[in-house]
């Protein structure tokens, strides 16, 4: 619960930073970097006695849990809610159990048997969830909730031209975005088993993507010293708590939740994340809430909570079998 709250915070903190100018890469690199100084010498002290050795197949492990895990779906997530609004980006969170449990199957970490109440529920769940995000994609509507500020009916006059456009590259990239976080809570499940040392593991994922999105950054973004300081105070906040907070401390949580609970039911809790946004979202940043939003997000609950369903009654039920 207490990630819940602190994604939530996080995505409203992190759209207002954006307002004010931060560019998403120079962002992402300094929350990284935050990330990785946080958590290094906590692991370099905590499991130095218990560390298991880094090989190469390990690296290569953990190479691929720094771009998926935190490199990949934060440029993706964050430049969704630069097109969109915080709360629409919430709904998609919500679509990762679904893609999780099926890239599960497909790699082999979860079974279903089609015959069976659980199976069929998990299926079913698996194709509303995907219905809804088709709808949260596609489908907009009328205002629901939320009145236009002056900038916002500015933007507004644009969305016929422009605004349609920057809201679909906006849903794209939160597809990808539900996609990747799944693999990565799959390799994630595998990591725990082949390196069982939890912040080790976490601040090489950060130390890595750190360098990968350095690179993209020094690449793409200009280098000069107005972009790559948080100019203002929020910026600044924004940054340290989403890399001490939301990366640091989250990892951790979700990690070791893989690890003790599995992938899927790591992401059960990904609904709150939206409620609590779109509290935040219409009452802080004023945005406007749509009719989209909230059918297409209701669907996707529906259909998470069918697949969540399922898979309660299917572990209910083999904790009764005999052994």
Request: with cysteine; charged share 10%.
């Amino acid at each position: 619960m207490a990630v819940v709250i602190m994604y939530a915070v996080l995505n409203v903190l992190t759209k207002m930073a954006f307002n004010e100018g931060m560019h998403t890469t120079v962002f992402i690199v300094l929350r990284l970097l935050v990330a990785a100084l946080f958590l290094s010498p906590i692991a370099y002290f905590k499991e130095r006695k218990s560390r298991p050795k880094l090989t190469m197949e390990i690296f290569v492990y953990l190479f691929f849990s720094a771009l998926l895990g935190a490199s990949l779906i934060q440029w993706l997530f964050f430049l969704g809610l630069r097109y969109t609004t915080a709360t629409f980006a919430s709904a998609f969170n919500n679509t990762t159990p679904m893609f999780t449990f099926l890239l599960a199957l497909a790699f082999k970490v979860e079974k279903i048997d089609v015959a069976s109440r659980s199976g069929v529920a998990k299926l079913t769940g698996t194709a509303v969830g995907l219905a809804g995000a088709t709808v949260l994609a596609l489908y907009q509507g009328p205002t629901l909730m939320g009145v236009a500020s002056g900038d916002r009916l500015a933007a507004g006059s644009t969305h016929r031209d422009g605004g349609a456009r920057r809201w679909a590259v906006g849903s794209v990239a939160l597809l990808g975005f539900s996609a990747s976080w799944s693999l990565w809570f799959i390799l994630q499940s595998k990591i725990g088993t082949k390196y069982p040392a939890l912040y080790s593991g976490t601040a090489w994922m950060f130390v890595l993507s750190f360098i990968q999105m350095a690179t993209v950054g020094a690449a793409t973004e200009k280098m000069s010293l107005q972009i790559w300081v948080p100019r203002t105070a929020l910026q600044a906040v924004t940054v340290v708590f989403a890399g001490v907070g939301s990366s640091g401390l989250g990892f951790l949580v979700m990690s070791w939740c893989v690890e003790r609970r599995g992938p899927v039911f790591t992401t059960a809790f990904m609904p709150l994340i939206q409620i609590v946004t779109a509290g935040l979202d219409v009452s802080v940043l004023h945005e406007q809430l749509h009719l989209g939003s909230v059918v297409g997000s209701a669907v996707v609950v529906m259909g998470l909570y069918l697949v969540l369903w399922g898979k309660s009654n299917e572990a209910s039920i083999g904790s009764k079998l005999p052994a």
